[in-house]
C-alpha cells in the first residue's frame, strides 16, 4: 500500500486524461523540444479544461513540483527554460 501512495503522481503524468503526453518527455535536453511537444499535447486535445496554455503549463508544472528533490539540478534547469519556451511558442512573451 505505501508504494501506491508514494507514487502516485507517477501514474497521473503517466495517465493524465487532459493531455497525452510523448513517451519520456520530461526527460528530454531540449527545453524547447520539450515545450512544443507539451505545447502540441496541449492543442489536439479534447479533454483539457483550461487553455492549451495553461493545460500544458500546469504539467510542466506538476511534473517538476512532484519530482522535488529528486529532480537532479540539469533537468530541473532545462525544465525552468522549456517554461520560458512555452511562453514564447504560445505568444505570451
Do not use: D
Request: glycine share 4%.
Amino acid at each position: 500500500m505505501t508504494s501506491k501512495k508514494k507514487y502516485w503522481s507517477a501514474a497521473v503524468t503517466r495517465k493524465s486524461r487532459a493531455l497525452a503526453l510523448e513517451q519520456g518527455v520530461f526527460t528530454w535536453k531540449n527545453p524547447r523540444r520539450i515545450a512544443l511537444s507539451l505545447k502540441r499535447s496541449a492543442e489536439t486535445s479534447k479533454r483539457k479544461k483550461a487553455t492549451s496554455y495553461q493545460s500544458a503549463m500546469s504539467m510542466l508544472n506538476f511534473y517538476m513540483n512532484r519530482a522535488g528533490k529528486n529532480l537532479p539540478k540539469s533537468q530541473k534547469k532545462i525544465l525552468e527554460q522549456a517554461k520560458e519556451e512555452l511562453r514564447i511558442a504560445s505568444g505570451r512573451r
